[in-house]
């Protein structure tokens, strides 16, 4: 498939400069979804409901339910909507599949003014490709999707020093029920804004690139951070063997003959 710079911002007008380390030129883009409603009312009473006994906080600041689909059936059946895939693909300009391993394959985030929710601190992605889809926006102030336009590791070693971003260097999107934000948000730093007033409950989906799987920021410690069960460890090398390491290895021997 060729690859169409999406509508919205790319990747590389994000950023300010091309990067190699990408599925595609994917930056953010929202669009309006045409998800069933009633199947997202369902997915969100089911995650209020286990809230208490399933989302946890570990890790950035960020609490939300692992693996949702294995809680929630109705995730998967989203996952899989009819459609979807393709949408999702055409958005970004290369096939995309659903991210497999299934702690964070799917989650859903609990966002909120309060100290027990709070918003998810400065990081880059692990996965790839993410679909950020909000279930409840309730009297929200704040909690905007913040991105730094500029280089990762610049951009960490700023905050390090204690130094606060210039408006001119972020780039924001509000959320909106009714509309999703597709994002390619690996070695991009950004946070949720902290939110003075409000909740938000959104469901995440994450993808890759189909053809080339290992094109991933996942190391084993990152998701164990917030998986410290490692009870996916051998999902995670079952798909390295099976689907990541032969992309890889064929992805070399195209360059080679080049
Ligand atoms: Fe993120």
């Known amino acids: 498939m060729p690859e169409n710079p999406p509508a919205g911002i790319t990747r590389t007008e994000l950023l300010g400069r ?14 309006p979804h045409d998800y069933p409603a009633d199947l997202l ?12 006994s399933a989302a946890e906080k570990r890790h950035l600041n960020l609490r939300y339910i692992r693996g949702a689909h294995q809680h929630i059936p109705e995730v998967a059946e989203l996952v899989h909507h009819p459609g979807r895939l393709a949408a999702l693909s055409e958005l970004a300009g290369v096939r995309l599949e659903p991210y497999p391993i299934s ?4 989650t859903i985030t609990f966002m909120g003014a309060s100290a027990e929710d709070g918003t998810v601190d400065w990081h880059a992605d692990g996965v790839p490709v993410t679909e950020i889809i909000p279930l409840a926006m309730e009297d929200v102030e704040g909690g905007e999707l913040t991105v730094f336009r500029g280089n990762y590791e610049e951009g960490m070693a700023r905050l390090a020093d204690g130094e606060e971003f210039t408006p001119a260097e972020l780039a924001v999107f509000p959320h909106r029920v009714g509309h999703r934000t597709v994002a390619q948000l690996m070695r991009v730093l950004h946070r949720t804004a902290p939110m003075t007033r409000g909740y938000r409950v959104s469901l995440n989906l994450n993808l890759r690139s189909a053809e080339r799987p290992y094109v991933d920021d996942n190391p084993l410690y990152y998701l164990a951070a917030d998986n410290p069960t490692f009870d996916w460890v051998d999902e995670y090398l079952d798909d390295v063997r099976q689907r990541q390491l032969p992309a890889y290895l064929a992805a070399q021997e195209g360059d080679e003959r080049r």
Do not use: H
Not at 103 to 106: A, E, H, K, L, Y
């Open 41 to 52: 009312g369902e997915i969100l009473a089911k995650a209020i409901a286990i809230k208490e």
């Open 103 to 106: 702690v964070i394959s799917t």
């Open 18 to 31: 091309p990067t190699v380390w990408r599925v595609s030129d994917l930056g953010v883009t929202q669009t």
